[in-house]
């Protein structure tokens, strides 16, 4: 990773070519063309094949959470030693962390399995620069109307607004699924849009053989960076999925307030309430219990 580049850019340099102009400066061969281009030399190609590679890896922990180096080496069709090695350059570039994998319910024999995760910097390489747009467009919004409560109630409104087109996207796929699938399909509808979203399900403290519920996961979030800052963007999500799942919900963690996942708790029908909420949980957003679709849709619309 020490080629003197951030790891922002190292991240996005996908350049397996180099402009002629570049290697005429450097080598003092003449030119044939404006811009032409001519291969890389094979240290080049080797480099570049190295970034690409590492690359791969750093989006598939950003898309499915951490991941061990068995889990991505399945996933990337790559040996286990190689998926070490790239783990290595990231964690060097401070872009990936490692840590014990968590286990629910009774733990084997052996050592806990260790799992990798994006830092903030790793996160940080993956968004883009109009995130300050986006920024700037819910702060006019805000003091459009002279800011202060004011300001905050036209970005919630703003953010339940983005959020419920959102939704309607997801009804169907939901209101298809069995009353007891519904949080997973809403996890497969959210993963399709880039959440990378998976459900956990939540063994009741009373009875280790019933359900109190699931967690709804989702290792990544496009707004983190803007919900920062403007946290009705989260409080309007957690109201679309309390709509969708006919059901009242808690946002437990979310990454916008630094936690690595963000976590909301879906209850079973007629379960207790909801565990306790972390430090960067959102309020609970509810409907009854016995909300039905054309309430969902009405909600949405």
């Keep these: 990773m020490g080629h003197g580049l951030s790891p922002r850019k190292q991240l996005r340099n996908n350049r397996v070519v180099k ?3 570049e290697h005429t400066a450097r080598n003092g061969a003449p030119e044939s063309g404006p811009g032409c281009a001519v291969p890389a030399t094979a240290a080049e190609v080797l480099l570049e094949g190295h970034r690409a590679t590492r690359d791969r890896v750093a989006r598939s922990i950003l898309d499915h959470g951490p991941s061990s180096a068995a889990d991505l080496a399945s996933r990337l069709g790559l040996t286990a030693a190689a998926v070490r090695r790239h783990l290595d350059s990231l964690a060097a570039a401070g872009l990936v962390e490692s840590r014990e994998q968590r286990v629910y319910g009774s ?6 399995a260790k799992v990798f995760a994006l830092t903030e910097s790793g996160r940080d390489a993956f968004y883009q620069a109009y995130d300050q747009l986006a920024a700037d467009a819910l702060r006019w919004i805000s003091e459009s109307v002279g800011g202060g409560t004011a300001g905050e109630e036209a970005v919630a409104a703003f953010a339940r607004a983005r959020f419920a087109k959102q939704g309607q996207k997801y009804l169907t796929t939901v209101e298809q699924a069995g009353a007891d699938r519904r949080a997973e399909a809403l ?3 959210l993963s ?8 956990r399900r939540v063994p009741s403290a009373a009875a280790t053989t019933a359900l109190a519920g699931a967690q709804l996961c ?8 803007i919900a920062e800052q403007f946290p009705q963007l989260c409080e309007a999500e957690t109201e679309v999925f309390s709509q969708l799942l006919g059901t009242h919900v808690q946002r437990l963690a979310t ?11 879906v209850p079973a029908s007629g379960a207790a309430p909801s ?25 949405l619309a």
Excluded: F, L
């Excluded at 989702?218 to 960076?225: G, I, S, Y």
């Excluded at 959102?282 to 219990?289: C, I, L, N």
């Design 19 to 21: 402009n002629m102009r």
């Design 275 to 299: 565990p306790a909420k972390g430090p960067g949980a959102v309020p609970t957003a509810g409907t009854s219990p016995n909300e039905n679709g054309s309430s969902a849709r009405r909600n």
């Design 187 to 189: 996890a497969e509808a």
């Design 107 to 112: 733990r084997g024999r052996g050592r806990p």
């Design 192 to 199: 399709a849009d880039g959440y990378a979203a998976t459900v």
């Design 255 to 265: 990454i916008a307030h630094g936690d690595g996942v963000c976590t909301t708790y």
């Design 218 to 225: 989702q290792h990544h979030c496009p707004v983190a960076h």
